[in-house]
C-alpha cells in the first residue's frame, strides 16, 4: 500500500502497523509534516508521470514513516553506476615563492620602505593562504565562530558548514522501483546530530556481491537527490532529520548488498 504526504508530494511505503498505531496519522520524514495517510492510501500508484494520489477521507495520533518509495522530480531516471569509477585523488597545490623573494635586491640608504613592504606583502601572503584553506576554515570548529561574528558585524553571508562526521544514518532501503523496470530505489533517512546548520553532503552509494567485492559505484551531488533548490540553500538545520531518495538503474543480480558514505 502506498500513501503520500500532502505537503512535498513525497510518497511512501505504508506500513499497515505503524498507520494502525497512528489511527491513520503519520509524520513525514522529508518536511516533517503531520498527515492521515488514510486519505491516499492506495494499492497501486498511478502510471508515471504523476503529481498526486487520488484523495479518500479524514482520521489523529502519529507514527513517523522512515522508508520512502518515490518522489515526484523533473529528472528522469538518468543515473547509472559505473563499475569503473573511481573517486579522483586531488591534485596538490603547486606553490612558488613571490617574485620579490626570487629577486631580492640590497638598497642603501633608509630600510623602513623595506620594512613597510614587507609587512604589507606577508599579510597578502597570509591572505592568499587563507583564501587557498577556505574550505578547512570555514568547518574549523576554532576559526568558524569568529568569522560568523566578524561577518555579522559587516552584514555579510558565509557558506553553510560541512560536517560529515556529525550526520548520523538512521535507516536505509533499497528496492526495486514501483513503477519503472530495471531501476532501483535507494532511501535514506538522515539527522544532523550538529547544533549548527550544514550544507547537504555528497552522498556516494557502492553496491557490492557475496564476497563483498565493489560491483558498482555512484556519487551524487545534492541536486541529484534533492529536487528544492531553496532547501539546498538553506541546508540541514541543527537536530533535523530529512529522507533522501536515489533512482537508479539495478547494475544486475550479483549487487547484493549497498553501503552509504557520506563526503
Known sequence: ??????????????????????????????????????????????????????????????????????????????FTFDPDERPRAREPRRTS????????????????PWAVGTVLLSLSLAGQLAYAERDQLLDSDLVRPWLDRSCAALNCVLPLRHATQQLELLSRDIRPHPSVSGALIVSATVRNAADYAQA??????????????????????????????????????????????????DPGRNAVAFEFKFL
Do not use: K
Open 97 to 112: 615563492a613571490p617574485a620579490f623573494a626570487r629577486h631580492a635586491r640590497r638598497s642603501s640608504g633608509r630600510r623602513w
Open 1 to 78: 500500500m502506498y500513501t503520500q504526504c500532502p505537503e512535498c508530494a513525497t510518497v511512501y511505503n505504508a506500513d499497515a502497523a505503524a498507520i494502525a498505531r497512528g489511527h491513520g496519522m503519520v509524520r513525514c520524514s522529508h518536511c516533517d509534516a503531520l498527515f492521515d495517510a488514510l486519505l491516499t492510501l492506495a494499492d497501486q500508484l498511478p502510471p508515471e508521470p504523476f503529481e498526486r494520489l487520488d484523495i479518500h477521507a479524514p482520521d489523529p495520533v502519529p507514527p513517523r514513516l522512515g522508508v520512502p518509495v518515490y518522489r515526484p522530480n523533473a529528472q528522469a531516471v538518468s
Open 200 to 249: 547537504f553532503p555528497v552522498v556516494e552509494i557502492t553496491l557490492s556481491d557475496l564476497d563483498e567485492n565493489r560491483v558498482a559505484m555512484r556519487r551524487f551531488q545534492p541536486r541529484d537527490y534533492l529536487g528544492d533548490t531553496r532547501a539546498i540553500e538553506r541546508g540541514l538545520a541543527a537536530g533535523a532529520s530529512t529522507a533522501l531518495v536515489f533512482e537508479v538503474r
